[in-house]
């Protein structure tokens, strides 16, 4: 089955650099990867999705690349706030699969005023 | 209008009892999930039904039953609860339409701990 490794697995930045965390997947076949934020005591929220027909995609101070040959794919944020701060995971879905998410470790990520 | 729900949050109990989280979703999605999202906050997929079959069962212990009255429910017993179980479960759902996959909505997860 699918296996997703997920890296660093803590991060801290100050406010306003960027922070970016990358994961790779093994299912050649996994065609979409989302990414989720999930702040302490909450459920996860997806903030980004990526599928295997686009390199690249943007929303405001996010961003996340695909590279389907190397598969890996990473989040980046910019310009981060102390409100980033939360554990993010990425995850792969396979058709082969079941089309059913595997989630990296995740990324506790800490933003420092 | 919660999307996902599921209860209770909370639930703590013994060592050997038995117990359920429930579990509806009203977005109208053919599949849903149980995860379990240990101490490490490491989320591991234990069980996915699309239009109430399932079509997987991870390595989970027999004592974990799930079951699925109609695709907008997805309950999960537990018998003979041990130490190790405590952790947050987190029932998910999403629209499968292979080949592409979709996002998964989750609940608010139940947080059990076993004493």
């Known amino acids: 089955g699918e296996n997703v490794e997920q890296h660093p697995s803590t991060l801290s930045v100050q406010e306003g650099d960027s922070a970016v965390i990358k994961c790779t997947y093994s299912?050649?076949?996994?065609?979409?990867f989302p990414w989720y934020k999930q702040e302490l005591g909450k459920r996860p929220q997806l903030i980004i999705d990526?599928?295997?027909?686009?390199g690249e995609k943007k929303d405001q101070r996010i961003a996340v690349t695909l590279n389907k040959t190397a598969k890996h794919f990473s989040l980046h944020i910019t310009e981060t706030q102390p409100e980033d701060s939360a554990v993010y995971f990425c995850a792969a879905s396979s058709p082969t699969g079941y089309s059913t998410l595997t989630f990296g470790k995740g990324t506790m990520l800490l933003v420092s005023p | 209008d919660t999307a996902v729900s599921q209860t209770p949050k909370y639930l703590v109990t013994q060592m050997g009892n038995d117990k359920s989280i429930k579990c509806e979703q009203n977005?109208?999605?053919?599949?849903m999930y149980w995860y379990k999202q240990d101490s490490k906050k490491f989320l591991k997929i234990m069980f996915s039904?699309?239009?109430?079959?399932?079509?997987i069962n991870e390595t989970v212990p027999n004592r974990f039953s799930p079951k699925s009255p109609d695709k907008a429910h997805l309950n999960l017993h537990i018998n003979s609860l041990e130490l190790g179980d405590s952790a947050v479960y987190f029932c998910?759902?999403?629209?499968?339409?292979?080949?592409?996959?979709?996002?998964?909505?989750f609940g608010q997860g139940t947080r059990l701990t076993v004493v």
């Open positions: 039904y699309n239009n109430k079959e399932l079509i």
């Open positions: 299912d050649s076949a996994s065609n979409y």
């Open positions: 998910a759902s999403s629209q499968r339409a292979p080949p592409v996959s979709t996002e998964a909505f």
């Open positions: 977005l109208g999605h053919d599949t």
């Open positions: 990526i599928r295997s027909n686009v």
